[in-house]
């Protein structure tokens, strides 16, 4: 099983970039899916996810408004659209995948790592100002 992230780069502050993650080994089309980031120095950190039916989605505080986290289960991709980008917004980003299908959480679960089951390698995103 395989979690690819890629899209990142670097781009001024208020441009917009489109990471994508594309499952490999096995179909996540049914699973949560989620972003996380890490800033050097800090702690790994929820960004954004989205329920195994697509229909629900979570933000961080500090990415609301701005991040949109979606799906293609034919291509058993999922994106996370950002826009208005901060400096503070530079970081490795990666994607995660629940191990389970079909399963429902409640809200806060779906920001903890512990709820994800397969990890993907990063792709940096960096904003310059």
């Known amino acids: 099983v395989q979690l690819q992230a890629s899209g990142g780069g670097l781009v001024q502050a208020w441009g917009s970039l489109r990471l994508s993650c594309a499952a490999s080994g096995r179909t996540f089309s049914n699973s949560v899916m989620g972003w996380f980031r890490q800033a050097p120095g800090k702690e790994c950190e929820f960004v954004a996810a989205?329920?195994?039916?697509?229909?629900?989605?979570y933000y961080a505080d500090s990415v609301k408004g701005r991040f949109t986290i979606s799906r293609d289960t034919a291509k058993n991709t999922v994106y996370l659209q950002m826009n208005s980008l901060k400096p503070e917004d530079t970081a490795v980003y990666c994607c995660?995948?629940?191990?389970?299908?079909?399963?429902?959480?409640?809200?806060?679960?779906?920001?903890?790592?512990?709820?994800?089951?397969?990890w993907g390698q990063g792709t940096l995103v960096t904003v310059s100002s």
């Open positions: 989205i329920s195994w039916s697509g229909g629900t989605t």
């Open positions: 995660a995948a629940d191990r389970e299908s079909g399963r429902t959480y409640i809200a806060s679960s779906y920001t903890r790592k512990a709820t994800y089951g397969y």
